[in-house]
């Protein structure tokens, strides 16, 4: 195992003579054979010193104090320094919403940057060959992208993976060989993760009933995948700089026109790289939200906005597809839609989606809770409206009858009496008809025009209602 490891270091140049090394010890089998396999490398590799770290999740009581108390005793066998810290992972779950996976993972790797800034070091994790297989098929089974099936890199920046070629089971048979004292977490036996499913149940099926060597494969599809999405990322690096008209830390702008041109494929890639460039990275951008993206720059308006995660939002203008974090001042450039009747219409630039159903026949049971139009869906007479129905945003000169009263009144000084921010009035959908859509039928969730509302003589009734996009 230690002529794989390495040969994995060398391969990536992973360390150089004179760096430290801070090595992630759980206590279980592949972190002890990583922290024995690199102090076993030490002087061949030329490393300064390595550091022990272990962070008690605070999952399993006073299992988990054993185990931190283990790995303190095995440091100092070899009279290495040890860090041993505690998270409230189960409490930072309460508050934040994270998967018990997910927020394990975020604090455990805080706590490892934190040392390696602290020593200026590099750091070392045991994953291993089993480790990336099942990374693919969790990838693969949650639609992700090539970027998500390339799966865990050898080296990422200061964080390396000396064990990523070696199997479990060398693994645990280097371990039984140099007679290396090992801790085994039991929630690891325990298929009540998505890791640990695929773990116990899923892969063992497949090698049993498909491929033998599903490892081996796995990971061959990983490097191939890896290496061509390098490639890829290279040649969208070379069209996005020639697209780019402006670029800071708070926006980045891109030529429509030019945007237009590029590849569907491309296209995804320079959506990503842009969110990439204000957040860090994509994590949390997903699929869905690219799509958004495109279809919004091939069919929506100008002015036309779509909100993603970090507080980052894409926006077209005229001549320009922009990436830039939201601010409460930002506002939705004129929409105009027509709006199906009966049908569904989706709203880009506000990220909603408006329905319509039309009821027939006379006296049916209404509920009186949705005629004045303050909530997600309105009744009102179909048969007052007279030719197509649009769906829009405000615009100046703006007035209405709202629901109950007798006179119009300014759609401005409705807002101010509601008490609707300035900065949100340019994102409440406006339904209406007429010539251009001037006659205003609904503000959206606030109030219906008193002029269509439901009355005795009601014939057909139009429901229409409002939804935010999920």
């Known amino acids: 195992m230690l002529s794989q490891v390495l040969k994995t270091i060398n391969d990536h140049a992973m360390f150089k003579p004179g760096d430290n090394v801070v090595v992630a010890v759980s206590g279980g089998p592949d972190s002890v054979a990583l922290l024995y396999s690199l102090y076993s490398l030490k002087e061949e590799l030329g490393i300064e010193r390595l550091i022990v770290g272990h962070l008690n999740h605070m999952f ?62 590099k750091i070392a994790v045991g994953h291993n060959a089993n480790d990336q297989a099942e990374t693919v098929l969790m990838h693969l089974l949650q639609g992700s992208g090539t970027q998500g099936l390339a799966a865990m890199e050898p080296v990422r920046g200061k964080l390396t993976r000396p064990l990523l070629y070696v199997k479990r089971k060398e693994i645990e048979s280097f371990c039984k060989e140099n007679k290396l004292p090992i801790r085994v977490d039991p929630t690891n036996k325990k298929d009540i993760y998505f890791r640990n499913k695929i773990r116990l149940k899923l892969i063992p099926l497949l090698v049993d009933e498909y ?79 690219v799509e958004d993206v495109l279809k919004m720059v091939d069919a929506s308006q100008v002015g036309s906005l779509i909100r993603l995660p970090a507080g980052i939002v894409a926006k077209k203008t005229y001549g320009r ?54 909530s997600k869906e ?60 001037k006659n205003i039928i609904w503000v959206t969730k606030l109030r219906l025009a008193d002029n269509y509302k439901v009355s005795k003589e009601t014939a057909n009734i139009l429901k229409i209602q409002v939804e935010n996009k999920e």
Not at 67 to 87: N, S, Y
Not at 387 to 414: E, H, Q, S, W
Request: with cysteine.
């Open 378 to 437: 309105v009744l009102l007479d179909f048969d007052k409206i007279a030719g197509k129905i649009y769906v829009r945003n405000r615009r100046a000169g703006d007035r209405f009858i709202p629901y109950g009263m007798k006179g119009t009144k300014k759609l401005k000084d409705f807002f101010i009496d509601n008490k609707i921010p300035q900065e949100k009035r340019d994102l409440i959908p406006l339904v209406t008809c007429g010539k251009e859509g």
């Open 211 to 289: 491929n033998p060597n599903l490892v081996e494969s796995l990971m061959q599809t990983s490097e191939i995948i890896r290496a061509e999405n390098k490639f890829l990322d290279k040649q969208v690096k070379k069209h996005l700089k020639a697209l780019i008209e402006k670029k800071t830390s708070e926006e980045v702008a891109l030529s429509l026109k030019g945007f237009l041109k590029q590849d569907l494929a491309v296209k995804r890639r320079i959506v990503r790289e842009c969110y990439s460039n204000l957040k860090g990275n994509s994590q949390n951008l997903s699929f869905k939200h």
């Open 60 to 121: 399993r009581g006073k299992e988990a104090e054993e185990d931190a108390l283990f790995v303190k005793d095995l440091a100092e066998r070899l009279d290495l320094t040890t860090v041993i810290e505690r998270a409230n992972v189960p409490q930072i779950i309460k508050l934040t919403g994270l998967s018990p996976e997910d927020a394990a993972r975020r604090e455990r790797y805080s706590f490892l940057y934190s040392l390696a800034e602290k020593y200026n070091a």
């Open 321 to 374: 597809l922009i990436f830039k974090f939201y601010s409460e001042k930002e506002s939705v450039e004129d929409f105009f839609y027509l709006l199906p009747v009966p049908g569904k219409l989706y709203l880009p630039p506000v990220q909603q989606v408006i329905t319509t159903e039309i009821i027939n026949g006379r006296k049916p049971r209404i509920d009186k809770r949705l005629l004045s139009g303050n």
